[in-house]
């Protein structure tokens, strides 16, 4: 993947990302230009921090390789009232008043003339753009056609592989996915998690509804321990440390 996206990068330069899909985020630097690109995934599922500082430009995938253990001190606390109001921060505000996000689906162009840094935000153009929401739209999205878009999808991501696995939770976005994977000629692993001392049976349903699917389906089905109640703050100073930001995402632990 990374062969191919540089021979595109060198020849077709910021117009590449409107032929990829899937998530990413990249860093390319054109050196004859003096100039980096920072690129990130229409959805952003891939993060891409930066920084500038005295004529440098500093970019990393996790947010703490870009300031030192002093600098808690430095809050943006605007920030963390927008964090607490609305469950998350806005790209591409972060905690840190110098340290920002790259947009979804936008590209950064720093070009760098000595000691100074011009940047310029640009959107990424997607050539398969899709209008879902205007019903009375010509080109909006009918079963049929968004049923090919999601095996379409699916095909490709499983292309060259004899075994995949699956995060099955047995809700309605994953299990399409299964029903997909279960017409095509692969192998197919479905893991679900479950709490093996949970004292409410709600926590386990999800896996009792993948395994229900998994049957159904034909497919192997893998349940898997997450762990005992006690280990849970061990647990989650491990999780806090591997998030980077504060995230209101309740599943997220699980």
């Keep these: 993947d990374t062969e191919v ?11 590449t990302f409107e032929y990829v899909e899937g998530m990413y985020s990249i860093a390319f ?12 995934d229409a959805l952003g599922k891939k993060p891409l ?6 004529g440098s ?10 300031y030192n253990e002093y600098e808690f001190r430095s809050l943006e606390l605007k920030n963390f009232y927008d ?18 996000s790259v947009q979804p689906c936008m590209g950064i162009e720093f070009a760098l003339e000595d000691d100074a840094v011009r940047k310029r935000v640009f959107p990424i153009t997607l050539k398969k753009a899709l209008n879902i929401n205007n019903r009375n739209s010509s080109k909006s999205l009918e079963g049929s056609k968004l049923r090919s878009i999601i095996v ?22 994953s299990t399409i996915i299964a029903i997909v994977l279960s017409s095509l000629d692969v192998k197919v692993d479905c893991y679900s ?50 998030m980077g930001e504060p995230n209101s995402n309740a599943t997220g632990l699980s």
């Design 49 to 54: 921090y930066y920084r500038e500082f005295k």
């Design 83 to 100: 964090y607490n109001r609305q469950g998350n921060f806005i790209d591409p505000k972060t905690w840190h008043p110098e340290i920002y």
């Design 193 to 242: 998690a479950f709490w093996p001392d949970s004292d409410k049976p709600r926590y386990n349903r999800d896996a009792e509804a993948a395994e229900i699917v998994s049957r159904k389906l034909g497919l192997n089905f893998k349940p898997f321990a997450v762990f005992d109640a006690e280990q849970l703050p061990k647990v989650l100073d491990a999780y806090l440390e591997a």
């Design 5 to 15: 996206l540089l021979e595109m990068l060198i020849k077709y330069k910021t117009k």
């Design 57 to 66: 430009v500093f970019f990393s995938s996790q947010i703490d390789a870009l």
């Design 152 to 173: 379409d999808a699916v095909s490709k991501r499983v292309s060259g592989h004899d075994r995949v696995s699956l995060s099955l939770s047995g809700g309605v976005d």
């Design 29 to 40: 630097y054109d050196s004859s230009a003096q100039t980096l690109y920072l690129y990130r």
